[in-house]
């Protein structure tokens, strides 16, 4: 028998002299071979173990002796560094070089390596790389992003340890989501963290500053600051960004943070100076910039696919967005009910109202009976009334005549009176408020028809208390703004807002 045979058969057979594991079952490289009496005294001194010259230490006996080596070396110079991991305050680990050794055995042939590693007294969620640390799943995994690590850290101070996993849909561009941070929990109050990571990990925070703009770009923002600035979450956000494709990432801006920038002008109608802080703009003119190319990518890849007549079909009005308690009550399953009227924006020019006493321009909606926008018309001189505008929408080609048939409702208010004989003229249903009808059942149909067309003034409310800058006043240079301004803000109303179906648990 050769040399390298036995020498092969000896070690299969061999067992680690201080916890009787068979060798052959751990790695080759995880192994010690114990080669010196200095070796023998550090066994000795560390884990009170006498051990002989040749023998092999297995793989948890040598991680458990270069942990204790490391802890007892910490202890004895600790006059010379000190190791603070915190949020708030500057980190610095000042760590003596150590070189790692490789011993090798002339007979064996392996190689021993040692990672270093340091107890911390922080919290970790448990250790595992075969299913998903937040959640129990088992598939769709992926190796946690050292950037991710830091961001749970900063969040909730756990160490998430190097090599577990997560499900892919938790991550976002290499980052947590921010509730699923919060899902986290938490299995012991003390790590082990590598040398090697702590100095990544001053390297990442050295890196970047995090201050808001890198805050939008990474996702960093708090669903709870991103909803104040923009009343949408990252989801959302994440969405619209999706459906734009006219708009690239720029050396100066990302699509992300044009889309907050926009979504902030909406929301809090602030002038531009203020939304470039908002936003981590270097200036207004970016910010007015920005916006131009977000109201762009909404016109040409958004609004003429997913917003108006022709981008939603009759049949989906009916079986998807119309209000089942409303089907009830007017006993009509396969009929179109439209609910119609106007609303109003400030605006500097000269259009005046004698009746709001105000400069105002008007803006006609059209919903159904569930608070979705079939289209948005406009916007017109307030002076025109709501009866003169929809005879003016129900004349055009390609409009709202061709959802309509026959035998469908228009529920709308007193300022339709003077369109009501038209509308009877083609065959529509009319529901409308009577005021001085006495009669039992024509008082309840008013009742009803006021009942019904609540919800587009619980659309106009929604909306103005979403997206202050619909409220504010226009100046002369936005007007050609307004529309897509409005368009955008009730597309977004269809996209991610709640369905007006309060009383749909209370049909009996």
């Not at 006493?357 to 979705?372: A, R, Y």
């Not at 409005?486 to 648990?505: M, P, T, V, Y």
Request: aromatic residues 8%; charged residues 25%.
């Amino acid at each position: 028998m050769s040399e390298s045979s036995s020498s092969s058969k000896k070690l299969n057979e061999a067992r680690c002299p201080i916890c009787n594991f068979r060798l052959r079952s751990c790695a080759n490289v995880d192994r010690k071979l114990i080669k010196s009496q200095e070796n023998i005294d550090k066994v000795l001194r560390l884990m009170n173990k006498r051990v002989e010259i040749g023998d092999i230490l297995c793989a948890k006996c040598n991680k458990k002796l270069s942990r204790q080596n490391h802890s007892s070396m910490l202890m004895d110079n600790s006059e010379h560094f000190t190791s603070t991991l915190s949020i708030d305050d500057s980190i610095s680990t000042i760590i003596d070089d150590q070189s790692q050794s490789i011993m090798v055995d002339p007979t064996l042939e392996y190689t021993q390596i040692v990672k270093d590693v340091i107890e911390m007294p922080f919290s970790r969620p448990i250790i595992s790389h075969s299913r998903c640390f937040i959640c129990p799943s088992t598939s769709n995994l992926k190796d946690i992003p050292i950037e991710a690590r830091l961001q749970v850290f900063l969040k909730r101070r756990i160490l998430v340890p190097k090599r577990n996993r997560c499900c892919k849909q938790h991550l976002m561009n290499g980052w947590l989501n921010e509730d699923e941070i919060n899902n986290i929990k938490i299995e012991s109050d003390k790590c082990e963290i590598e040398l090697s990571d702590i100095a990544k990990f001053m390297d990442l925070l050295a890196s970047n500053s995090l201050n808001i703009k890198d805050k939008i770009n990474k996702r960093l923002m708090p669903q709870c600051q991103l909803y104040a600035l923009t009343a949408h979450s990252w989801e959302d956000i994440d969405h619209l960004q999706s459906l734009m494709t006219y708009m690239k990432n720029t050396n100066k801006r990302s699509v992300i943070q044009a889309i907050v920038t926009f979504l902030c002008k909406l929301r809090t109608g602030n002038v531009n100076k203020v939304i470039a802080v908002f936003s981590g703009m270097d200036s207004e003119k970016m910010v007015g910039s920005n916006i131009d190319s977000v109201i762009k990518s909404f016109e040409v890849d958004i609004l003429p696919y997913r917003f108006g007549y022709q981008s939603i079909t009759r049949d989906f009005l009916i079986n998807e967005r119309t209000s089942p308690v409303v089907k009830n009550l007017l006993d009509c399953q396969n009929n179109l009910i439209i609910i119609c009227d106007g609303t109003y924006n400030l605006y500097q020019k000269n259009s005046y109202s004698g009746n709001k006493k105000t400069t105002l321009c008007k803006l006609f909606t059209i919903c159904t009976t569930d608070g979705f926008i079939i289209d948005v018309p406009g916007p017109y001189n307030v002076n025109e009334n709501n009866a003169t505008i929809l005879n003016e929408i129900l004349n055009q080609n390609n409009g709202l005549s061709v959802l309509l048939q026959p035998g469908d409702y228009f529920v709308l208010d007193n300022g339709f009176r003077d369109v009501v004989p038209i509308l009877k003229k083609r065959g529509f249903n009319v529901m409308i408020p009577n005021l001085e009808e006495k009669n039992i059942e024509p008082t309840n149909d008013s009742r009803l028809a006021t009942k019904i067309h609540w919800v587009v003034k619980a659309v106009h409310a929604e909306i103005g208390q979403k997206y202050k800058l619909l409220h504010n006043q226009f100046e002369n240079k936005s007007l050609p703004r307004i529309a897509a301004y409005c368009r955008i803000a009730f597309f977004l109303h269809n996209e991610f807002g709640q369905k007006f179906n309060f009383d749909s648990g209370n049909m009996e």
